[in-house]
C-alpha cells in the first residue's frame, strides 16, 4: 500500500515484541522482527523477517491483540471478536511460507458494544471491554465470567497483569480504575478501586512483575499504582493533551507513554 493512502486504526505488539501488528479496514499487516533482544548501541535497529503478511478482515477492525506466544491474534469489530491463527505466517516454524487462515468461522465472540480486547499472559483467555462491564473468555469465546454493570459508566481498556493473569484492571470513562482477582477459572473478585484520574482512563499497563499498574488517561495524566493496595506510587507530567497509551518494556527498565 503507499504510504499515507490508508488510515493504521489499531496496532499491537507480542510482549516480546517479536510480533508486530497494524489493522486497516481491510487488513491486519503482520511482521516478524529480529535482533530485538540483546541488541548493543549503535547497532543495527530490529529488522523485519520479511515483507508484512496481510490478514484479509471481512469488517473494519477498530481494536485487537496478540498473544503472549505470538500465535493467536483477536481483532475486535463490530460483530464481536474474531480469532486468527498466524501459524501460517512466513517466519513461524511449523507452516512456512503460507497465508494467515482465521480460525474456525472467525467469529468466536459475539458482541456489539465493546471497546477494546485483551489477552492474559498465559495466552488462554481474553479481557473484552464491554459497554459498564467486562466479560473474561476462552480462546473457543465461551464466557468464563461477565460483569455488565463492573462501572457506572463506558469501560475503555482492560489489561491483565501478573505471571499468570491474576489481575485484571478495567478502566472506564469517569477515570475510574478497578483491579479484579481472576480465578483459575476466570471468575473475577474485586480487588481495589483507584481513585485518583479526573478524566477518561484510555490505557492500562501492567508492569512484567504485575506489581505495579500504569493508568494514563484525558486528563494528561500517567499514574503509577500498587495494584493489590490501591495506594497511589507516582504522578507523571509533561503530556500537553491526553495520554492515549502506556507500555511497560519487557525488562520493566521504562514506561513508554504516547500522548495525542
Avoid: C
Avoid at 486468527?84 to 456489539?112: F, I, K, M, N, Q
Avoid at 464466557?143 to 489481575?167: I, K, M, N, S, W
Avoid at 503509577?224 to 497509551?245: F, I, K, Q, S, Y
Amino acid at each position: 500500500t503507499a504510504p499515507g493512502r490508508v488510515a493504521v486504526k489499531a496496532v499491537a505488539a507480542s510482549p516480546d515484541g517479536r510480533t508486530v501488528l497494524a489493522a486497516t479496514d481491510e487488513a491486519v499487516f503482520v511482521w516478524r522482527l529480529v535482533a530485538l533482544a540483546g541488541r548493543r548501541p549503535g547497532s543495527a535497529p530490529p529488522a523485519a523477517l520479511h515483507r508484512p503478511v496481510a490478514v484479509r478482515l471481512p469488517r473494519p477492525v477498530y481494536a485487537l491483540a496478540v498473544d503472549p506466544s505470538g500465535r493467536w491474534v483477536a481483532t475486535l469489530d463490530d460483530q464481536g471478536v474474531r480469532l486468527w491463527d498466524l501459524r501460517a505466517v512466513p517466519g513461524a516454524p511449523d507452516s512456512p511460507g503460507r497465508r494467515a487462515t482465521p480460525r474456525g468461522p472467525g467469529l468466536v465472540h459475539p458482541v456489539t458494544d465493546a471497546r477494546e480486547v485483551a489477552f492474559d499472559p498465559t495466552g488462554g483467555r481474553l479481557a473484552v471491554a464491554a459497554g459498564n462491564g467486562v466479560r473474561v473468555i476462552d480462546r473457543t469465546g465461551r464466557v468464563l465470567d461477565a460483569r455488565p454493570d463492573a462501572h457506572g459508566g463506558r469501560v475503555e481498556t482492560v489489561a491483565f497483569g501478573g505471571a499468570a493473569g491474576e489481575l485484571l484492571a478495567t478502566g472506564d470513562a469517569g477515570g475510574l480504575v478497578r483491579v479484579w482477582r481472576v480465578g483459575a477459572d476466570g471468575k473475577l473478585t474485586p480487588q481495589a478501586d483507584l481513585v485518583g484520574h479526573t478524566g477518561a482512563v484510555y490505557s492500562l499497563a501492567f508492569a512484567p512483575s504485575g506489581r505495579t499498574l500504569a493508568t494514563a488517561g484525558f486528563d494528561r495524566m500517567v499514574l503509577l499504582w500498587d495494584p493489590v493496595t490501591g495506594n497511589e506510587r507516582a504522578a507523571l507530567t509533561g503530556h500537553a493533551d491526553r495520554v492515549l497509551r502506556a507500555h511497560f518494556l519487557a525488562d520493566s527498565s521504562a514506561l513508554v507513554t504516547v500522548g495525542r
